[in-house]
């Protein structure tokens, strides 16, 4: 039996790695990075073999545009910023971004507080994910990445309206399956 020990690299040497062409150095940038950026990925696209299948493009993408990384800002915020855009690419190319969906008004107020007790990260990270694809895409720039309406508007190559449109239709929808949520939890409990 062989142990051995890993020595943890820092981005920096990651960098000066992969702009050489070594491999073991990508193979740190993979492994580091890989993980949280598939899940931005799963936030952008409901179907798991295409996020992986984005993640991984997107990983190559900044083997490729490495050299364009300035070091101003974070590494893993220059990365993320590659993997969104490459999502969005991939929905722009190969879905439906806008479908549109009839929302009745939600008849009542969710009371946050009172779901936040019975409902955990992942929960809402569900109910974000079984938004239509123009909402949640919208909604995870604004809410999630912080985007403006104009960025994300420039991003999508919609109007600054269209986004704001998205993210109140999405709030809505939103909305509505919380409380059809906390009648579910309140039935349970």
Not at 64 to 78: A, M
Not at 102 to 118: G, H, M, R
Request: net charge positive; with cysteine; proline share 1%.
């Amino acid at each position: 039996m062989k142990l051995t020990i890993k020595k943890s690299i820092n981005d920096d040497e990651i960098i000066e790695g992969c702009l050489r062409g070594k491999r073991i150095a990508q193979q740190c940038l993979y492994e580091k990075y890989s993980a949280k950026m598939l899940g931005v990925c799963c936030r952008y696209l409901k179907d798991r073999d295409e996020a992986e299948d984005v993640m991984i493009a997107s990983i190559m993408k900044v083997f490729e545009k490495l050299e364009q990384f300035k070091r101003e800002g974070s590494f893993e915020g220059w990365i993320r910023r590659l993997v969104i855009n490459e999502c969005l690419t991939y929905l722009r190319k190969n879905k439906s971004m806008f479908m549109a969906v009839d929302i009745e008004k939600a008849e009542i107020t969710p009371n946050y507080q009172s779901l936040a007790d019975k409902l955990e990260e992942d929960d809402l990270m569900s109910l974000v994910e079984s938004l239509p694809t123009g909402y949640r895409t919208v909604f995870n720039l604004y809410a999630i990445e912080g985007y403006s309406h104009k960025e994300i508007a420039d991003n999508l190559q919609i109007s600054v309206n269209t986004s704001k449109s998205q993210l109140s239709r999405a709030r809505v929808l939103l909305q509505h399956k919380l409380v059809e949520l906390k009648k579910l939890l309140t039935l349970n409990y």
